[in-house]
């Protein structure tokens, strides 16, 4: 079923994983079966990236993590979600921003009539380090130029792109231990979306934080992540460094948009036939 390595934070690498989770299921509404015995880790330290087409359950994998499934009615009914040690499935939403996990909206869901430094406060709520998150601030500063410079503007007047960098730099201003981000690049032109994920690389790299991706645009996500998963029907049908996902003739056709023909989509693909191996 996968290409499994030890190595780059992927399963093999067992004893340092932040972030497992074991078999969840998730339901909506008491009656919708969105997530199958889902099953992923995420080693510390590292970006692991979700991949997949629309509906597939990426974003309801992330809000199972972050607690964030109320909003919508949502529950995880089986399996565990452990982050460093502790069970956190169905845990209250800001206990898990205490513990260190914080989730990048899709869409970026900035608040649009705050300025730009008190959006960045509000991501420090949680916090009680004042003269910390006053420098703080100014380590968003540093990655985002272009957020000092409209420091004293509301975000909603804010581009597409600035306000990407915000939502970023609000999820920095918590400390977090792991970063849950969902479809960065969405809406974002590809100068822009570049630069957020070189950026993206900068905060794992230069800050530790761990790093869980959600993207439709896999070559993207495999450019900077270690691990890969992609989902399909609420489950992960395949996994594996991402080396071995960009290499991959299954990923390279419907996810990459490179066939034996060459270069085309995987919507435009009459058969998808999957692999034995996609469906033990």
């Known amino acids: 079923m996968t290409a499994t ?24 509404d008491d ?3 969105v997530l199958r015995g889902l099953s992923l880790k995420v080693g510390e330290g590292r970006i692991a990236a979700l991949l997949g087409s629309n509906g597939a359950g990426k974003t309801t994998t992330l809000k199972a993590i972050s607690g964030l499934l109320y909003v919508e009615d949502g529950e995880v009914t089986d399996g565990t979600i452990v982050f460093d040690g502790q069970e956190i499935q169905n845990v ?8 260190g996990i914080f989730q990048v909206l899709e869409g970026r869901r900035v608040f649009e009539h705050l ?18 998150a006053e420098a703080d601030v100014e380590k968003v500063f540093h990655y985002f130029p272009a957020l000092a410079e409209r420091r004293r503007l509301t975000a909603g007047h804010l581009s597409g792109g600035e306000q990407q960098m915000l939502a970023l730099g609000r999820a920095l201003m918590a400390r977090p231990r792991m970063m849950l981000l969902d479809e960065p690049s969405l809406g974002l032109a ?6 957020i994920f070189e950026i993206i690389q900068r905060i794992n790299r230069d800050e530790g934080t ?9 070559r993207l996500a495999l450019s900077v992540a270690d691990y890969g998963y992609v989902m399909e029907g609420g489950r992960v049908v395949m996994e594996g460094t991402a080396d071995e996902l960009r290499t991959n003739e299954d990923v390279k056709e419907f996810y990459l948009g490179l066939g034996d023909a060459g270069r085309r989509s995987y919507r435009d693909v009459k058969h998808y036939r999957r692999r034995k191996r996609w469906l033990s």
């Open 5 to 28: 390595t030890t190595g780059n934070g992927g399963p093999g690498e067992s004893t340092d994983a932040l972030l497992r989770l074991n078999n969840i299921e998730v339901l909506y």
């Open 31 to 33: 009656v919708i079966l």
């Open 92 to 99: 209250d939403a800001h206990r898990i921003v205490e513990m």
């Open 115 to 132: 300025t730009v430094r008190e959006n960045l406060a509000a991501g420090a709520d949680t916090r009680h380090d004042r003269r910390g």
């Open 190 to 195: 590809p100068i822009l979306v570049e630069s």
């Open 210 to 218: 761990t790093i869980l991706l959600v993207e439709q645009n896999a």
